[in-house]
């Protein structure tokens, strides 16, 4: 399994030097994968917060990628999400798998800051919850900044109790 990171998220700690930022959040990055069991991280280190003015430079650069990996699956951020650096990860994906000439895989949209007031799927992550807190408490640069773990967590428990 392979996980893509198209930015490294170095605004997100804004009181830090960006290099600096960036290799905090690629080490909690990494930290993460390895609790999910992610064998491969890739950082393509584009400007966060500025997707959505490198489509075109992303997508070119994320179809080898997806030529390689071939992947069956993507999760995504969804395209309405409050973040445009998580708006833009849905364009440049299509936009990257037409061009690439695999067979197109299953495309799964996850909520981050803004929950969907519509969706098709719903997933019993019960099994795997407390390994996800663990994964997103890895992120203690962010979790300090806003307390995700929880937030995930009622996000799951509302979703578990309406679907």
Known sequence: MVAVFLTSGELGLPDSAQEDARRVREREAEEAAGIL???????????????????????DALKPVLELEKPETIYLTHERDFHPDHRATAKIVRTALQGSGIPTPALLSYEVLTPLTEYDRAEDISPVIERKLRAVCAHGSQVRLFRYDRAVRALNEYRGIVA
Do not use: C, K, W, Y
């Open 37 to 59: 069991g992610i064998s491969s991280l890739m950082f393509m280190r584009r400007p966060d917060q500025h997707l959505a003015d490198e489509i075109g430079n992303v997508t």
